[in-house]
């Protein structure tokens, strides 16, 4: 079946950019999201891309997408200690119409 | 515009009871999905209703249920609980379809002795 790939864990300085990486498996994925989840909470949605898009910035969120590769980033500027969370990648899947949801990258930002 | 709101936030039941969750999504959105968020299985589609109807399904035992009102109104119902059915349950709300942005819900604890 599709899959999302993202790694476990990150760990960065305040003040540092923070990248997040994840690869996905569908090649007709039209959207790809960026959600964060804090303890205890719900997804919040960051951001997201178009497939047809390279690049799209938001704030101190950019995202980066290399469609050929299936990998997509989000790198945040500036981490600061309220961006502590878990950050979703998670793709549409065009075949299967839902959302396809990676493990999850722990950010944990450190003074 | 009020976010989408999941009721109850907290849920203890036993094996074999059964439960129901209601979501109500965000004004004017239509399409309502369901994920279960377990630290072992990660968020796992369970479906999606968009006017009233089932537009898709995940692959979940027929033990999990939902429907949709008229005023987009969501409930998910799941009949004689396991203790595997411990987890978060999620409801994100969109405008039309499930592609898109979706925007979810505080979600529901549900806790099975």
């Known amino acids: 079946g599709e899959d999302v790939e993202q790694s476990l864990f990150l760990s960065v300085r305040e003040g540092d950019s923070s990248v997040i990486n994840c690869t996905y498996t569908?090649?007709?994925?039209?959207?790809l999201y960026w959600y964060k989840q804090e303890p205890g909470a719900g997804l919040q949605l960051l951001t997201y891309?178009?497939?047809?898009?390279d690049m799209k910035q938001d704030q101190r969120l950019t995202v980066l997408l290399n469609k050929k590769d299936k990998h997509l980033s989000l790198r945040i500027a500036d981490t600061q200690t309220g961006d502590s969370a878990i950050y979703f990648c998670?793709?549409?899947?065009?075949?299967?119409?839902?959302?396809?949801f990676g493990a999850g990258t722990r950010l944990a930002v450190h003074p | 515009k009020a976010g989408v709101t999941q009721t109850p936030r907290y849920l203890i039941k036993t094996r074999g009871q059964q439960v129901t969750l209601s979501c109500s999504p965000i004004?004017?959105?239509?399409?309502v999905s369901w994920y279960q968020q377990t630290p072992g299985q990660g968020l796992q589609f369970l479906f999606e209703?968009?006017?009233?109807?089932?537009?898709n399904k995940g692959n979940f035992p027929g033990r999990f249920s939902g429907r949709q009102f008229s005023n987009s109104r969501s409930e998910m119902n799941v009949s004689t609980l396991e203790l595997g059915d411990s987890a978060l349950y999620l409801c994100?709300?969109?405008?039309?379809?499930?592609?898109?942005?979706?925007?979810f819900g505080p979600g529901t604890r549900l806790t099975v002795t």
């Open positions: 004004s004017g959105h239509r399409s």
């Open positions: 998670a793709a549409f899947s065009g075949g299967y119409n839902k959302l396809i």
């Open positions: 209703y968009f006017s009233e109807t089932q537009r």
């Open positions: 891309i178009f497939s047809n898009m």
């Open positions: 994100a709300s969109s405008l039309r379809t499930a592609e898109g942005e979706q925007y």
């Open positions: 569908d090649s007709s994925s039209t959207y």
